[in-house]
């Protein structure tokens, strides 16, 4: 099942959404004594064909903390601009019940553009642990890929890790866009009960929005952990949805258990990749960079568009 923004964790029905987008980090330059610009990644696909209609500046209305802003370009990313580092953060909680699906993430890497570059990383004690740097040479990055073999509670939390990953994000190019595909079950040990204002998940949404990384969640839980207790399932789904929500991602779950195969939520991941945009804007300027509440609407027939819940607004 892949999650509908507008739904909540139990209950949910399987919908085909349609689009992402998050806030990457860009250099500020005023464009005025109260004015400074910024970008985000949007994806726009069509509704109902094969054929996404041009967009253009025009077709966005944006508000950035309640207040109207205008839309100055909108880049498609590809070509060119088709740079994009993705990182498969797999939480070493998972242990050995991941490993019929290895076969299938290997697929999902190697089906990418040459134009991705790939990083495989572990949630281990509170970090993201990673076997080789970014790479273009997908077989290379896939000798990274091994069952996570931890036990229950190996991640510490996967709060935690995605913070770190977004704090030490191992490149510094500002070109790329900056994508984690997140594989775990979302409960926090510390927090184990579904909190919104849980301080870590927090912190994971704040530190991704300033780096400038979308996260994306695929549920996939420890058997010996949340099969036994629904409402950590439950609650852990939660969770994801929150970051997810806020970062432009998409969380991809089938109920509380285990989907049966990988394949259909990473074919719509890797449609989504292809079909992103960048949209620059200016926003009000403050002293110092802060993140601010984000809305894009999209008004253009044929096409459907999403976008972030929070935006990184660079100082003046």
């Not at 950035?64 to 802003?69: C, D, Y």
């Not at 642990?129 to 890929?145: E, I, Y």
Request: one cysteine or more; glycine letters at 8%; charged letters at 20%.
């Amino acid at each position: 099942m892949m999650f509908d923004r507008k739904t909540t964790a139990a209950g949910l029905i399987a919908v085909l959404p349609f689009f992402i987008a998050t806030t990457i980090p860009t250099a500020a330059f005023a464009q005025g004594a109260d004015e400074v610009s910024t970008k985000t990644v949007i994806t726009v696909l069509p509704k109902n064909s094969e054929q996404t209609p041009a967009v253009e500046p025009q077709n966005l209305k944006i508000q950035v903390n309640g207040k109207s802003v205008q839309a100055d370009s909108v880049t498609p990313l590809r070509g060119d601009r088709a740079g994009l580092e993705l990182v498969i953060l797999i939480d070493s909680g998972a242990r050995e019940s991941l490993g019929r699906q290895i076969g299938e993430i290997s697929s999902f890497v190697k089906s990418l553009p040459p134009t991705t570059e790939v990083a495989i990383a572990y949630m281990v004690n509170g970090q993201a642990v990673f076997g080789q740097p970014f790479t273009t040479d997908k077989n290379a990055a896939l000798r990274a890929l091994h069952l996570p073999g931890g036990s229950a509670g190996t991640s510490a939390s996967p709060y935690f890790c995605l913070s770190d990953l977004a704090k030490h994000w191992p490149s510094q190019n500002a070109a790329n866009r900056r994508e984690v595909l997140a594989i775990t079950d979302g409960i926090d040990p510390y927090e184990v009960r579904f909190d919104p204002e849980d301080p870590y998940v927090n912190a994971a949404i704040q530190d991704s929005i300033r780096a400038g990384v979308i996260v994306d969640a695929l549920y996939w839980h420890d058997q010996g952990r949340a099969s036994r207790i629904g409402f950590l399932a439950d609650g852990g789904q939660n969770l994801l949805m929150l970051v997810t929500n806020n970062t432009g991602g998409r969380f991809y779950y089938q109920g509380l258990g285990n989907p049966v195969s990988f394949d259909p939520y990473l074919s719509d991941l890797s449609r989504r990749l292809q079909n992103q945009y960048e949209l620059g804007f200016d926003v009000p300027a403050k002293k110092k960079a802060n993140v601010e509440t984000l809305k894009v609407k999209l008004e253009l027939p044929g096409a459907k568009l999403d976008s972030a819940d929070l935006v990184a607004v660079p100082a003046q």
